[in-house]
């Protein structure tokens, strides 16, 4: 630090008797200084503290409501019954005939043929498991979001395999009119792996492994890591353990007694609590979030990235920088982003559609997809997860409007941490008053 | 952002069929990514929402209990009788005299006569205003807290201004030896200002221009600013008001609500929930202190200088990045830092002690005047600041034996936010057993 007394030594044998000097204050502006790093441990510490007290104050007031077995009747109503599981096989069906019909695309049938089997293959993925999980009693809420999850990823994979297969023979006809054109395959040579190119591309073992990297675009040749890192593996599996038990017991001692605590208010219409309770559920919620995207993001799509040995490991960016709510949507969530990217908006650009008509079909689809997988499991059209993705586009345009840099990326943060819990205490509001609350009037 | 798909460009005709490369996920150690600073803002946010709804919280379960009127009770007993004032303007007696003793030893007087005095008159500054607190049924403590911390602040001004008046007459003393030799005031020529030697310094004005300077360090010629900015006044004039109003606020809304719900769980020894309440009592306390801290040594010191034209603004440096607890107390009180090291450290390194004896002298004297300030206040002798005080020699060990860096920092934080309420609540634990309890056993 800077010496206190600048005229004179500390021990000297004559006394100090000067020891002010003019200076301004730390604080006020003309002093220049700006070293605040010790506030973000003082943040770090506080968030810390206040939520140990909480998870104190927690366990104080409710005891342990962890309960591994409770979780299990979230996925079976009856123990010899696994509607999901059956579901989920029977999608392979789909994936077969979706092969079979490229197959013959390959061969002798026409396009025209084939785009209309393919488009009722589709429209039958999603379908299918729709009624299923509509008609069938045994089927429970958690049980169909994960079967229509499957479903969900394999008609954008199949979507994907589609539209690749039919760029390949585009450029085969191409090639064919220019004879002498090099292949596309070999075009960046210089790698040992041998490049496979279309047709031999359509094989089963080549379908079931893009079924199961994690990717929603097919390619031909997918980059391969050169080997299966057992240490890496091992810690992504041991993650995924711990991260799940984390999950299920946050859930289960945190956010189910604060959801449950909403209901009151909720009925009675009182704001100031309604608020105080959206505040209160902000944080689990938010915490759990944060922690199922690093399980799923990077433990499980690494874990099986490492097993199948595929390459290529950006499955997110650094969306936690994001000061627009844009770059967040655009990097959070890699796999889908770059299938809406490839098979959705640059082909809308292609068609001629103008960039804000192309990325609101690409918010539009999103909503449907978020309102399919949350409203069918709850037998419940209530459209606020269909508003609040469709809401991203206004909400978009005003954080980029009113707030750039640190004050964008803290709007960011708002509206995750906020946005959030409004959305799942409108479907649980709803699934209360729907399911508990109708039967009381009737009696 | 990096291109989706390097090796094409986005809207080409060739449609794209390679869309994946080989690459790390960013929490992969190998990926050398670490670019967080988004959670910096991510803590911001949080913070605040958590704090918002500790408010709503607070105001939903206790409505508003800020009380301007109420805050007068705590300085007055009885409207007509003001005794604390009355021990304030007494104080006036105790500077007189030690000027008068000084300009008496500047004379005739001799240095052990000298000594003897000024001992009598300092012991008395201590003794007199206690001994009032402790007899007088009309002070309330609050209004005894205030006295004392005048006393305390005469004492130390007083001990100090005796001090350097000694080194200056021994310096005479050197001078008139080595005739011949510049006088002290001299020394540092070529300022405009006219600068004061000893003895003409013993005048009313320069002692009452010291006893209302923002410093404990005696000097003959303080450094002047130009001139009264009168912005800069207004300013923290302003800050003053309204920082006082918020800090009331709190305390009537947020502390001794908190305060009251933790007697019952400290009369039943029930430790979670003490440790609860403590936590809880942890964010109010600590939000208060920094409210205090930037209102005293910012705005008020500030403001006092400015009116005073005193030129030395450095009341405080960066303690909020200390690394240790030593960092911290040589940094956040710069006047009492100041004192200490020239009145106190500086003389008992020159009388031959070991740094480590000095360094606990100061703790020592710091740790008296924390147990004074207290104890009298409440008649209660229980020496928990004290205790506080003298815990910090081990503790500063502990922290930089085991925590360098930011978790220095974060060390220094915590032993901040947790060592406070925890001596919060010790006083008004045993306060309440001694007034609110024993009546009850006797019923």
Redesign the interface.
Known sequence: ?PP??P?ES??SV???????????????SDSG?N?????????????I??N??LF??N??KYGILVDPIQVVSLFLKDPYSWPALCLVIVANVFAVAAFQVEKRLAGALTEQAGLLLHVLNLATILCFPAAVALLLESITPVGSVLALMVYTILFLKLFSYR??NL??R??RARAKAKAGEQL?GKA?GGTAQRMVSYPDNLTYRDLYYFLFAP?L?Y?????R?PRIRKRFLLRRLLEMLFLTQLQVGLIQQWMVPTIQNSMKPFKDMDY??I??RL??L??PN?LIWLIFF?WF??SC??AVAELMQF????????W???ESVT?FW??WNIPVH?WC??HFY?PM??RGSSKWVARTGVFFASAFFHEYLVSIPLHMFRLWAFTGMMAQIPLAWIVSRFFQG?YG??AV??TL??GQPVAVLMYVHDYYVLHYEAPVVGA
Chains 1, 2 share one sequence.
């Open positions: 630090g206190l007394c005229p500390a021990l004559s006394r100090p008797t000067r020891c002010h000097r003019l200076q301004d204050s730390l604080f006020s200084f070293n605040y790093r010790g506030i973000l441990n003082w943040c770090v510490v506080m968030l503290l206040s140990a007290r104190l104050e366990l104080i539209d690749v760029w390949c585009e450029r596309p960046n990717t675009c390619e031909l040749n997918f980059p890591s100031s609590r608020i105080e505040l209160k902000a944080v938010h690093y993001f990077h799509m690494n390459g290529d490991r950006e499955f997110y960016r650094d936690w920088n994001s770059y655009q990097n770059k990217l490839r640059k650009l292609r640190n990326n803290a943060w708002l941490i906020i």
